[in-house]
C-alpha cells in the first residue's frame, strides 16, 4: 500500500504546488507504456515496419521515465532528485515526436512525389535541416529545463526564460514545417486530380510519375500532431509566462489536460494510422550511398543520355 502526504504548496521542502494525482500519474504512466510498446512490436515486427520510428519510441521512452519520475517524486514529495528527472524528460520528450515528424514528411515527398522536392527542399535534405533545427531547439531548451530544476528563485527564473526562448523557436521551425507539408499536400492533391499511374521500381526520378498508396489518412495524422505539440507548447509560454505562481500552476489539471493528453493523442494516432501502411515497398527508404552511385551509373548509361554529334 503506498502511503502518500500532501504538503503545503509553500512548505520549501515540498517539490510540488498542488497536492499530485497518484493515480493520474500511474494512468499516464500505463497509456504511453502501451503505446511505446505497440510503436516498437510495429517499427519492428510488423508487416508494415519502418525502423526509422524508433525516433518516436525515444519519445515514448522519455516520457515514460518522466511520467515514472513523477510517480517516484509523487511517493517521495521531500525528495529533489525524481522530482529533477521528471521535470527534464517531460519537457524535453516532445521533441523527439517533432524530430519523428520531420522524419516523416521527408519521406512522403520522396515515396509521392516524382520530382522528390516541395518548394525547392529535397526530399534528403528536409529531414536534415529540420532535424538539426530541432537539435538546436533542444539544447537551448535542455539548459532552460536543468535551470528551472534548481532550487534558486533566480536560476529558476533564468531557466524560464532560456526555456520560454526555446520552445519559441522550435514554434517557428514548426510554422516553416507546416508551410511544407501544405504544400505537398497541394502538390499531391495536385497529381490525384491528374489520374494515378503506376510507378516502376527501378528507383529513377524519371519513374516516379504519379502517386500510389493511401497517402491523405497519414498527412491528416501529421496535421493532428502538429496541433497537438502546439497546444502543449502553447500551454508552456502561457505557463511560464505567468511566473511560479499562478492558477495554472497551482492546480494539476492543467498539466494532464495540455501537456500530457495531446501528446499521448499523437502517440495514439500513430499507432492507429502507422506510417509504414503508406510507405511500402524498398522505395520507401533513402538509398545508400552505394545505392545512390548505382543509380546514377544507370542513368548515364541509359540510352539518349549522351548527345550524338552529326
Known sequence: ?????????????????????????????????????????????????????????????????????????????????????????????????????????????????????????????LASIFVGLDILSFFIQAIGGIMISQTSATTKTRGIHIYMAGIGIQECFILGFVYLVVRFHKRMAQLEREGPVELKANGSANSRLRPRGSWRRPLYVLYASLVCITIRIIFRLVEFSLGFISTITLTEAPFYTLEMLPMICAFTLWNVWHPG????????EFPSRKERKAMKERETAAPGSEMTVV
Not at 99 to 107: G, I, P, Q, T
Not at 277 to 284: Q, R, T
Open 277 to 284: 501502411k503508406a510507405l511500402v515497398g524498398p522505395e520507401s
Open 1 to 125: 500500500m503506498v502511503h502518500l502526504v500532501c504538503l503545503s504548496p509553500y512548505d520549501p521542502e515540498n517539490n510540488f504546488l498542488y497536492c499530485p494525482s497518484f493515480p493520474a500519474a500511474v494512468l499516464f504512466t500505463a497509456l504511453f507504456l502501451l503505446s511505446t510498446l505497440l510503436h516498437i512490436y510495429q517499427a519492428f515486427f510488423s508487416t508494415h515496419r519502418k525502423h526509422f520510428c524508433w525516433i518516436l519510441i525515444m519519445g515514448g521512452a522519455w516520457e515514460l521515465i518522466g511520467l515514472t519520475s513523477r510517480i517516484a517524486a509523487i511517493v517521495n514529495i521531500t525528495s529533489q532528485n525524481p522530482a529533477i528527472v521528471s521535470v527534464l524528460f517531460i519537457l524535453l520528450a516532445p521533441l523527439w515526436v517533432n524530430a519523428f515528424l520531420y522524419v516523416v514528411l521527408s519521406r512522403f515527398v520522396w515515396y509521392f512525389v516524382p520530382e522528390r522536392q516541395v518548394a525547392g527542399v529535397r526530399a534528403e535534405r
